[in-house]
């Protein structure tokens, strides 16, 4: 079997994205380790996204041509997030929010389609996918609204924004290789469900850690006086 250097491109960024992922959820947010392995996460999941986006393209794989759209735009404004500063918006920001608007339109559209299908399926995906991937991106869109309105995002809120959607861009690619292929997996694999827990797990570990951020004082914010009478935050 030969494949074409945009798929081997887009297979070499995934399977790098999903192990960066793993490390870097791994380790405590904020170290060192994790900055590392996240780095590496964001730049390889950009780019297996957009390799799949076009791949799909070329095939007419419109479901494909979401879950990778979606997944650029939650990984892009994810490492924004983790990047700027607190109290801090721009011309990104609203331009992230028209993207996730109008993906999470499309999607929803493709959705009602599949739902009138004598099948209940478009394009081979069951309307309930459809409406949960539209439902991620509304959700998405929501909170950029927040953020442009609160003029930023701060505090446990915006690790809490920066966490859920890496850890969701990772779960639409571990679903898309361990559950929607695993045909590719040993039988042994399948059979001990040990494809459906690779495929789910990033769910999970956001659930833990989204819990941790909101009950536990791991991340919550403290002032510490500067020499000057100025008062720093930091995590």
């Not at 559950?179 to 797990?201: N, S």
Request: glycine share 10%; net charge positive; charged share 15%.
């Amino acid at each position: 079997m030969t494949y074409s250097p945009l798929l081997l491109f887009h297979i070499c960024a995934g399977t790098t994205g999903l192990l960066s992922g793993t490390v870097s959820m791994s380790f405590r947010k904020g170290s060192r380790g994790h900055r590392v392995a996240g780095n590496v996460f964001f730049v390889s999941m950009l780019c297996m996204s957009a390799a799949g986006v076009t791949l799909a393209l070329m095939k007419s794989q419109m479901s494909n041509v979401f879950g990778g759209s979606l997944t650029f735009y939650l990984v892009a404004t994810a490492w924004a997030t983790a990047k700027r500063r607190e109290g801090v918006t721009g011309i990104f920001d609203w331009m992230a929010l028209l993207v996730a608007l109008t993906v999470g339109v499309v999607i929803a559209t493709f959705g009602v389609e599949a739902l009138h299908n004598p099948s209940g399926s478009k394009d081979g995906v069951p309307a309930p996918m459809y409406f949960v991937l539209a439902s991620v991106a509304t959700l998405a869109a929501a909170g950029d609204i927040r953020m442009l309105v609160r003029g930023g995002v701060f505090g446990t809120q915006r690790i809490s924004r920066h966490l859920w959607r890496m850890c969701f861009a990772l779960f639409i690619a571990t679903g898309s290789i361990f559950l929607a292929r695993p045909q590719l997996f040993p039988e042994i694999l399948r059979r001990t469900d040990v494809i459906l827990i690779a495929g789910i797990l990033p769910l999970p570990l956001m659930i833990f850690w989204l819990l941790r951020l909101r009950f536990t004082n791991t991340y919550k914010r403290k002032t510490a006086p500067r020499a000057n009478g100025v008062v720093s935050l930091r995590a």
